[in-house]
């Protein structure tokens, strides 16, 4: 079904928490203005160092004017409800690891002005600031990561703790005086993977007014790559019952037309030593079944008025909840 026939989803304010996509496919922004994304948080940095990801902004600034009629770039949650209004996609630059400031402090403040709004503190590995969910133990944040989360308080960045080791992740939490966000994870009770996250993470995170967007990555589901639109609103609903309605909202992690390589890389310590993988990946992946690119992104909302969801609480899911900590944590 067509999002043009879904009432409810056609009203609400779209946002997914997390998409690391292929930017240099015409087919991924075909697919985000077809499914009616009002914004995502786009991807622009890994593995990358200071330089690699100011060449990643130069590149998109590049395809805000290429694609201007499809894309716009989010500063302000006010930009997510325009973009809403002209039809528009809202691209918010995101980050999974600091690692682009280097040791140097002051760039953070220079990325927040060409528009970088979500950093993650570390990405599966040990960095500066503190250590990610595969490093072998946790020591938990730096001198330095506690500077960089009084910095990015100050500034207005959203922090993301997805990657982020368990150790980590908790003084993360408390040592942060704005919320922070599990942009794209998911309960580890739910399904035991490291990369999903304790009890205790969600519930210190949902106390301080913080999101998670339940992610439908297809290697964190028992089905694998075999998995459907229905797991993952299975996924959607454990989470809803541990920390509350107004918590939980969407991080697809979606990867359209990336290919094989882009995956040898991001398991790569470090970005650089390449490493077996965990399992065999199928080449192109596939997200969930009836979920598979973002074009069909109203299947979720269908799935959940399906489960007895009223309007206003699947708003919420599909995009209110990220809507509300933009505003708090950017300062709108």
Known sequence: MASTEIQP????????????SNWESPAVYQSLHA?????INATSAIWENYAEAMDNIAAWLRRFREYEDTL???????DILQAKKDGRVGIIL??????????DLDRLELFHTLGVRIVQITYNERNLLGNGCYERTDDGLSNF??????????????IDLSHVGDRTTLETIEASEQPVAFTHANARDFVDHVRNKTDEALKRLTEKGGVVGANAFPAFF???FESTLEEYVDA??????RVGIDHVAIGTDYTQDQPKAFFDWIFSQQGTKYKARPMTYPDPLIHPRGMETPDKFSNVALELLKRGYNETDTAKILGGNWLRLFQKVWKD
């Open 236 to 241: 959607i609903e454990d989470l809803v019952e």
């Open 9 to 20: 989803y056609n009203e609400a304010i779209v946002i997914d928490g997390l998409n690391v």
């Open 72 to 78: 716009v770039q989010v500063r302000t949650a006010q």
């Open 35 to 39: 499914g009616g994304i009002t914004a």
């Open 94 to 103: 995101g980050w999974q690891n600091a690692s682009p400031i280097e040791n």
């Open 145 to 158: 990561g506690l500077d960089v989360i009084r910095e990015m308080n100050r500034l207005g960045i959203l």
């Open 222 to 224: 028992p089905s694998t």
